[in-house]
């Protein structure tokens, strides 16, 4: 208001109704135009390529918000393949700002877009221009760039279902009712048998009961609860009596069955449960890796990598050679910039684990 002279807020709600450039201008000052190339690790990227590339025709993909560009040329360059002439699958990017979308079709970025530990994709995926970084045009090629708005009812209303739908780093953002619309736009643009990634802190934001982890929950990633191929389908509850919510998960003896039912409680989205569950069973086995490792997972689906890193380090410290804390482990300290401690845990999984068929 201040830019534009005005002091009435009811004029420049008018203003906002009949002129699209200011509406543009003032969303480009809204959103979080914070990203990088291969946000949330290239193993993150690795994963989704494996799920694109496994469709049997080339997978369509949503990338909402995509800001300036650099999540959805990210997949466009992990899955292309090198030998071929195009990437495996086609991508539409959608943004409120178009000012940002016009920044990510000119495909040009600096040095600080690169910040993500691990392969550098500048030298095989981009040309040097000046100060700048140009993408390659086979891969500017895969990604459409649209202008939309996620929480509106018409959002992409003529468009086909989507095999994957990358919306990270949005609900954190949204009101409740504005959730529930994006929601019900996802219900609609996401195939039966597709899947669905955010970011672990936004896990507990899903639907309760309408999706399911499709593994690590550090990756965000999830599919419609029924099934690969399924309708989605309504949670079977077993006969139990009634209980009050706010009662803790009652846990049985020191060691049947509590450690699984706090992994169910995790699975279906019970954060604050299966916290407590896990730290219930500590009380009892404070010398027991696994429960440590599972509360590791559960900070992690919360959002909170601190705490994560504590528990995976204290399941490490009894349990060195514990696979599911080594495996977290690595990609935390990746993101700590700590490669010497990710390298060796890298080396000890191997031996632990070794590839199939050796």
Not at 201 to 222: I, K, M, N, W
Request: charged share 25%.
């Amino acid at each position: 208001m201040t830019a534009r002279g005005i002091a009435d807020p009811a004029l420049y709600a008018a203003r906002l109704i009949t002129e699209r450039a200011e509406r543009d201008a003032l969303a480009a000052d809204l959103v979080v135009p914070e990203t990088w190339f291969f946000r949330g690790g290239h193993s993150l990227f690795d994963r989704l390529t494996t799920f694109v590339l496994s469709r049997k025709a080339i997978a369509r993909v949503l990338s909402a918000p995509c800001s300036t560009g650099e999540e959805p040329y990210s997949l466009a360059m992990a899955s292309h393949d090198p030998h071929g002439t195009a990437p495996g699958c086609t991508i539409d990017a959608i943004d409120l700002s178009e000012r940002n979308l016009a920044r990510a079709a000119e495909g040009r970025y600096s040095a600080s877009a690169f910040r993500e530990p691990g392969p550098d994709p500048r030298r095989a995926y981009f040309r040097k221009t000046g100060d700048l970084w140009e993408i390659l045009p086979q891969i500017r090629a895969a990604v459409r760039f649209l202008p939309g708005n996620l929480t509106d009812p018409l959002f992409l209303q003529r468009e086909r279902p989507y095999d994957l739908i990358l919306c990270r780093n949005v609900f954190i953002y949204f009101t409740p009712d504005a959730k529930q619309r994006a929601m019900a736009n996802i219900d609609r643009l996401l195939t039966a048998d597709g899947r669905l990634c955010v970011t672990p802190a936004e896990a507990d934001r899903l639907p309760a009961g309408r999706f399911v982890p499709e593994g690590p929950t550090e990756f965000g990633l999830y599919r419609r609860n029924g099934g690969e191929g399924g309708q989605p389908k309504a949670i079977a509850r077993e006969p139990a009596a009634p209980a009050p919510p706010a009662t803790p998960p009652t846990l049985a003896t020191p060691k049947e069955g509590t450690l699984a039912a706090a992994r169910r409680l995790a699975d279906s989205g019970q954060l604050a449960d299966a916290r407590a569950a896990c730290e219930q069973i500590l009380r009892l086995r404070p010398g027991d890796a696994d429960p440590f490792a599972l509360l590791g997972v559960v900070h992690l689906a919360a959002g909170n990598a601190d705490a994560a890193y504590d528990a995976f380090g204290k399941a490490l410290y009894l349990d060195a050679d514990h696979v599911e804390a080594i495996s977290h482990m690595i990609g935390l300290c990746e993101r700590r910039g700590n490669a010497a401690r990710a390298a060796a845990l890298r080396n000890r999984l191997a031996r632990l684990a070794p590839p199939e068929g050796t």
